[in-house]
């Protein structure tokens, strides 16, 4: 692609892959977690609503769980969503790292910038999604959403058994840690980069960035951008879900 012909920073297109394979045994017993409901509407409904809201974000993969992509593909077509963004599903793999690397793969070559979003957030508001592609567009590899911690956090020496104490090793100092959200965005040669490099099982994409020495940088999450995880964390969602019928009418 010559210079004149390549996008600038603030035309290359957006695409957001969102690893929806997993099962969710932490939420119990049921359908895959990204495939139950949430005031109605599966989750992964919701979560893809979320990243296609956003005006910089022109494609959406979803990744399915492995034997469920046609369950999924019929999903989004039941589902109204917005007819300015493509979709595409793939099915998925065994961890939500090898999910996203098969979300990656699908990649149509004109995407410059890639989000990675789980399905398990459903909430994240728009703002949050805009401001992690504004700083990507800025200049940075790799963006992640970031809140402050309320608890104090201890290192331990795990257990051998579940339920045994722990030993405390370390209280690391609270005003620098971060709990860190999705989408995380990146520039999309780093993230391949990342995921052709990086082997050893990680939690997030950032991490395995910051494994190849480069710097992630950090923009305010936001509270409703948070993971459902255990069944508490429904009850949470539909609550939120709730006042914002009542506020914002949907
Ligand atoms: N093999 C996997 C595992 C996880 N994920 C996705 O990665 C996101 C974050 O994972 P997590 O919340 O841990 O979901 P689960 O793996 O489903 O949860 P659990 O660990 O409780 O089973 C979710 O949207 C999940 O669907 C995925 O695409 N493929
Ligand atoms: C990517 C992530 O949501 C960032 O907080 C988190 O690490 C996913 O962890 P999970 O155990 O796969 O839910």
Redesign the pocket.
């Known amino acids: 692609m010559s210079d004149e012909s390549r996008p600038t920073p603030a035309q290359t297109p957006v695409a957001a892959v969102?690893?929806?394979?997993?099962?969710?045994?932490?939420?119990g017993p049921g359908a895959?977690?990204?495939l139950r409901a949430l005031n109605g509407t599966p989750m992964l409904i919701h979560?893809v609503r979320a990243l296609a809201a956003s005006r910089h974000v022109s494609l959406v993969i979803v990744?399915a769980?492995p034997d469920g992509a046609a369950e999924v593909k019929s999903l989004l077509d039941a589902h109204a969503l917005p007819v300015s963004t493509d979709f595409l599903v793939v099915p998925?793999?065994?961890?939500?790292q090898?999910?996203?690397r098969l979300g990656l793969d699908a990649l149509p070559p004109q995407y410059g910038i890639v989000l990675v979003h789980?399905?398990?957030?459903p909430l994240v508001p728009v703002e949050t999604v805009d401001a992690v592609v504004e700083a990507v567009r800025d200049g940075a590899p790799a963006v992640v959403p970031a809140l402050a911690l309320a608890d104090t956090v201890k290192e331990v020496e795990p257990a051998a058994a579940a339920g045994d104490p722990e030993p405390v090793v370390a209280t690391p100092e609270r005003s620098r840690l971060r709990a860190v959200q999705t989408p995380q965005g990146f520039d999309r040669a780093t993230l391949v980069r990342a995921h052709e490099t990086v082997t050893e099982n990680v939690t997030d994409d950032a991490s395995m960035v910051e494994q190849l020495g480069l710097t992630v940088v950090a923009v305010p999450g936001h509270e409703e951008a948070f993971?459902?995880?255990r069944p508490l964390d429904l009850v949470l969602a539909e609550a939120v879900l709730a006042r914002r019928r009542l506020t914002d009418g949907f």
């Open positions: 969102i690893p929806a394979a997993g099962r969710g045994v932490r939420l895959p977690k990204a979560a990744v769980p998925g793999g065994e961890s939500r090898e999910s996203v789980d399905a398990a957030r993971k459902v995880t």
